[in-house]
């Protein structure tokens, strides 16, 4: 498979994932969008080939995991699960239900394909550091994804697991900073400005690239080259746009957590639909944008 058509198939892939995660939301009519729509395409890039797993058996040892640290972002991830395979479509209906199986934020306990219960902002990292490790310990060839909030960077634990994984040269840990430069109660900028992320990272020790974070071949390149490196962690700074791709959502400052009117979800849904059907249509001739 060339890189082209392996591009325009990501492509079709994210903006299923994304279809999926409004469909979803459009159910109760209010949730966490704008965080969600922002990491459709590292999903896509993930579960679309670079992370191992096998949805008949998710509690496969042999797995990579993921730590979707800004559990906020569930719905996207309960997507691409449904869409990959861990579970039935019709289970998406539980999202925020109670005695659902799909909670706000992702729970382990509850959610097949979900390898870490997250949501507390700032812990994710030291679940991940310590999945990383058993890895090791175990000698097995795998990897433990982490994926952090810009927002969620303001923790101090952050930068404690930062340290600890750079000491420990944990070549197993990938993570992604989903840098969309807004979080629950405004702009990142504006509530605690972390300068520039990736030279944080860089003199912590860590192996960094910034990429823009809705360009799945980008992402993809960008994860090679990650596990190319086995003497450091590496970190990618996805350059993104919260709410991307949702009509009522992109562009509004309090897109973290919101309600919105069934007309307003309907029309998002009728873009999304377009855009995916654009998206398998380049994919099937073949040509890119």
Not at 28 to 51: D, K, P, Q
Not at 124 to 151: C, E, P, Q
Not at 170 to 190: C, H, M, P, R, S
Not at 264 to 276: C, F, G, N
Request: hydrophobic share 40%.
């Amino acid at each position: 498979m060339n890189i082209t058509k392996e591009t325009l198939e990501l492509r079709v892939v994210a903006e299923s994932i994304r279809l999926v995660t409004l469909q979803t939301l459009a159910h109760i009519g209010f949730g966490h969008v704008g965080g969600a729509m922002s990491i459709v395409e590292t999903l896509a890039v993930l579960y679309g080939g670079e992370l191992k797993c096998d949805p008949q058996n998710p509690d496969w040892d042999a797995r990579d995991r993921l730590v979707m640290s800004k559990g906020h972002a569930g719905p996207a991830l309960y997507a691409t699960l449904s869409l990959r395979g861990f579970f039935p479509k019709e289970m998406l209906k539980e999202l925020n239900q109670g005695g659902g199986r799909l909670p706000s934020h992702c729970d382990m306990n509850k959610t097949a394909g979900v390898d870490m219960t997250t949501g507390s902002l700032g812990q994710g990292i030291s679940t991940a550091i310590g999945l990383a490790l058993g890895m090791r310990l175990n000698k097995a060839n795998n990897y433990a994804y982490l994926v952090l909030g810009d927002g969620e960077c303001n923790e101090g634990q952050v930068w404690e697991g930062a340290i600890f994984a750079a000491h420990n040269k944990l070549g197993e840990l990938i993570t992604f900073v989903d840098w969309n430069k807004q979080q629950l109660d405004g702009y990142t900028k504006d509530i605690m400005d972390m300068g520039n992320v990736e030279e944080k990272f860089r003199a912590f020790g860590w192996h960094c690239q910034t990429v823009a974070g809705h360009e799945p071949e980008k992402i993809k390149a960008a994860i090679i080259e990650a596990k190319g490196v086995k003497d450091a962690p590496s970190v990618i700074i996805l350059d993104t746009i919260k709410g991307y791709g949702c009509s009522f959502a992109q562009g509004v400052e309090a897109n973290h957590h919101m309600n919105f009117t069934k007309e307003q979800m309907e029309e998002a849904i009728d873009i999304q639909v377009k855009r995916l059907e654009a998206a398998k249509t380049s994919a099937k001739e073949g040509k890119g944008e």
